[in-house]
């Protein structure tokens, strides 16, 4: 029986979700459930330096960034060379039927399939636009793991929990995933098709493959269909390049506190500038921003997309809730007029 992965996702991002929005209800029957994921999701300066049981040092965030970097350039490569193989946007001046006759075995199998298998215009556009979908995720994780190891300087003292933890790993196991999850497995296949086919071909000293396959890499063929993408994915792109470019500013002005702060021997100081004089949790603000972006260039059409949109609101507006109550009760003067994480609203 073939693997639903949408189906699989979308479960995980539900399952993920709800016990959020339950124990985000003002209601007191529910206090128990917001008491129990408060405790999962504390972290830093929320988690008191007491409560070490069941949690790993909060600089263990790089094992995120490590593994998001990995995975989603695995998913990038993958659905890169599966969609300039398979899914042309322009008629491909190959003739796959011919080339399929100067291969032998598996060769001729794997063009077969690559013919049977570029689908309809539609399906061939929905293919790059996942190429394009993971190319701004690799621009996200990359920069949160260069931010991670030179930008916030977490105190050797800060903990998570390591069930906040483990829903880390998780997530940056399962949003690159959501991006090609239609053709993530249609790329992996006609990867290790592709692998075999070399490795065959290489065995019998078949010297056709090399008019076909070898080191004839087309690179325009790589490119030119992202440029070709329409006004929806650029104007996601400038939505994401917006939250990318002001998360990065939060966390710098945050890396900056932590340095200060060890200095002056000081716990912790307001942070100010950019978004900070608007909300608490900017970079939380920019965070959903990113997701949001990647939602509109998805074609804001696939219900996989939606949900991983709710479940990062979700989260991050149950941590920055956290996180303003924290900021009220340790500073007198912190300004009353910031909210949470949504300017003016929430």
């Known amino acids: 029986m073939a693997i639903r992965l949408d189906w699989l996702l979308g479960v995980a991002w539900v399952a993920g979700t709800l016990p959020i929005l339950l124990a985000s209800l003002p209601f007191s029957r529910l206090n128990p459930i917001h008491q129990l994921l408060l405790g999962f999701a504390k972290r830093g300066k929320t988690l008191k330096s007491s409560s070490k049981k069941w949690t790993v040092p909060q600089r263990f965030f790089l094992h995120f960034y490590w593994f998001g970097v990995a995975w989603t350039s695995f998913l990038l490569v993958i659905t890169w060379n599966y969609a300039s193989k398979t899914a042309p ?13 100067h291969l032998t075995g598996g060769g001729s199998r794997l063009f077969s399939w690559h013919k049977s298998h570029s689908g309809t215009a539609k399906h061939r556009y929905k293919v790059w636009v996942s190429v394009f979908l993971l190319l701004l995720m690799e621009t996200h994780v990359l920069r949160r793991l260069y931010e991670t190891i030179y930008v916030l300087n977490y105190s050797p003292s800060a903990r998570m929990h390591i069930l906040g933890y483990l829903t880390g790993l998780f997530f940056y196991a399962a949003a690159p995933l959501s991006l090609c999850h239609f ?9 290790v098709d592709e692998v075999v086919v070399e490795l065959n071909a290489k065995t019998q000293q078949d010297p056709s493959f090399a008019a076909i396959g070898g080191d004839n890499t087309d690179w325009k063929g790589f490119l030119k269909p992202i440029l070709k993408l329409r006004w929806c994915q650029w104007t996601g792109a400038a939505l994401f390049a917006w939250g990318w470019v002001h998360q990065l500013r939060c966390h710098k002005i945050l890396g900056s506190l932590r340095r200060r702060d060890r200095e002056q021997s000081e716990e912790y100081a307001i942070p100010r500038g950019d978004w900070f004089e608007l909300v608490s949790s900017p970079h939380y603000t920019a965070e ?46 912190y300004p009353r007029s910031r ?6 609203v929430y």
Not at 89 to 100: F, K, N, Q, T, W
Not at 294 to 301: E, F, R
Not at 302 to 315: E, G, H, S, T
């Open 183 to 191: 053709c993530a497995f249609k790329a992996l296949n006609f990867a």
């Open 339 to 344: 909210r949470a994480f949504l300017p003016f």
């Open 288 to 333: 959903m921003l990113i997701y949001a972006g990647l939602l509109i260039a998805s074609g804001a059409t696939d219900y996989i997309m939606w949900l991983l949109l709710l479940f990062v609101v979700a989260n991050l507006g149950f941590a920055a809730a956290e996180t303003q109550r924290w900021y009220l009760h340790k500073f007198e003067a």
């Open 89 to 101: 946007l322009v008629p491909d001046p190959l003739d796959y039927s011919s080339a399929a006759a």
